[in-house]
């Protein structure tokens, strides 16, 4: 009986430990996506999973503690043709406004 369990066990482990070991199941720390900046008044980046117009400008380093959301929301709909920040997709790039 221990024989059969330790031949079910054992290449179970070894896959799950290969795998680990390959594509890793730790998620790496985020990076900051700013690809180039215009003007001097946004940053255009590339919008992860998951990522939200606050999170983007905390980031870059770009949030502060006084931020006027409404004024925030009509700077990006204004960069970005009308798009509200709710509307992101992730793989597309935004330009993200450095102050509202």
Known sequence: MMKRLAFIL????????YIDLTKGTIPSPAQPLVTSEI???ALYVT???GDTLLSIMEKNGLSSSSIDIDALTHE?????N???PKEMKAGS???IPRTP
């Open 93 to 95: 790039r935004y330009y």
């Open 82 to 84: 009308g798009i509200e």
């Open 10 to 17: 054992i290449p179970i482990l070894l896959f799950t430990l």
């Open 47 to 49: 919008v992860s999973r």
């Open 76 to 80: 990006f709909k204004r960069l970005n």
């Open 39 to 41: 003007n001097g008044d």
